[in-house]
């Protein structure tokens, strides 16, 4: 079957760095997303990765790794507005996102 | 329009009423998508449609059918509703026609109750 694990919910504090991990088993790999979706609104786009290694975006990283069927988010000088969930989803062999549950990041003064 | 709306915003429906959720999108995708979300879960592919004319079965189709008469709208629709489908609905849309990938943009999302 095909699967996406991410944690639950992560506590991190106000200008500190955080890490989201997410592990995937899907049938195919055709990139894999990460979005945002702030409580009780639609998700947004983050990033993209096709390639091994690290695609950097302002404050926010991600990286991916094939061979381990992993990623994970690199959030940097967190903000109270990234208070948010944040979901990770692998496109499969049929170019169809599979979704994570999310991942709730809580930022703390 | 910019974007994708959706409509309604939430709704209570009665368990065995039909409803359709309407969504439209002015950004010229070819691709469009049904998407329900619950606690706890990821978001699930209902249904799907690569073109106008066309559509597919994603990862929880009973109880919801689709049409794509044009490109700009997609509603869902469902024919007796069970409070099982009580749940948060996106549409969301892609142009899958080139690139190097297909970021999807989401709508705003109908919370939908049956009771």
């Known amino acids: 079957g095909q699967n996406i694990d991410q944690p639950t919910e992560m506590t991190a504090t106000e200008g500190a760095i955080v890490q989201i991990n997410c592990t995937y088993q899907?049938?195919?790999?055709?990139?894999l997303f990460w979005y945002q979706q702030h409580a009780g609104e639609a998700p947004t786009f983050l990033s993209y990765?096709?390639l091994d290694g690290l695609e950097e975006k302002g404050r926010f990283s991600s990286f991916l790794s094939r061979s381990k069927g992993y990623s994970y988010l690199l959030l940097k000088e967190l903000q109270m507005k990234d208070s948010a969930s944040y979901l990770c989803?692998?496109?499969?062999?049929?170019?169809?996102?599979?979704w994570g549950a999310g991942t709730k990041l809580i930022i703390k003064p | 329009i910019a974007g994708i709306t959706q409509a309604p915003t939430s709704q209570i429906l009665a368990a065995g009423r039909r409803m359709t959720l309407r969504c439209t999108q002015d950004?010229?995708?070819?691709?469009m998508y049904w998407y329900r979300q619950d606690l706890g879960l990821g978001l699930r592919l209902i249904h799907y449609?690569?073109?106008?004319?066309?559509?597919g079965k994603g990862e929880v189709p009973d109880g919801y059918s689709v049409s794509r008469a044009n490109t700009d709208d997609f509603p869902l629709t469902l024919a007796s509703a069970v409070p099982s489908q009580t749940s948060v609905y996106f549409c969301?849309?892609?142009?899958?026609?080139?690139?190097?990938?297909?970021?999807?943009?989401f709508g705003p999302g109908t919370r939908l109750t049956v009771l």
């Open positions: 989803a692998v496109m499969d062999s049929n170019y169809q996102l599979i």
């Open positions: 950004m010229r995708h070819n691709a």
């Open positions: 990765n096709v």
């Open positions: 899907t049938s195919g790999f055709n990139g």
């Open positions: 969301a849309s892609s142009d899958s026609r080139g690139g190097d990938y297909n970021e999807q943009f």
């Open positions: 449609s690569n073109t106008a004319g066309t559509t």
